[in-house]
């Protein structure tokens, strides 16, 4: 027959658990979420910006070689 030892932690009680380290780090734990839900968000939105932006300069650059083949095909320089 062997013998097993068996470590058991100390149970705390909820008498010994310190609240202020608790709420403490509860807050700076959220702090920290809002921060990084803050920074995604801005990151996204940065992101919905260059998009449009290149949308729009897309559309320019399609508008202004649209009028410069317009021009082109009335003078009869391009064949298409």
Known sequence: MTSQIIYKAPQQTP???DKSKQ?????SGNLKVENLQRRYL?????LGKITVNAIRNTQRCSNSFQEMSHIF???NLIDY
């Open 15 to 17: 008498q010994q658990i």
């Open 23 to 27: 709420v403490r780090f509860k807050k």
């Open 73 to 75: 095909n009335q003078f």
């Open 42 to 46: 801005q990151a996204i939105y940065q």
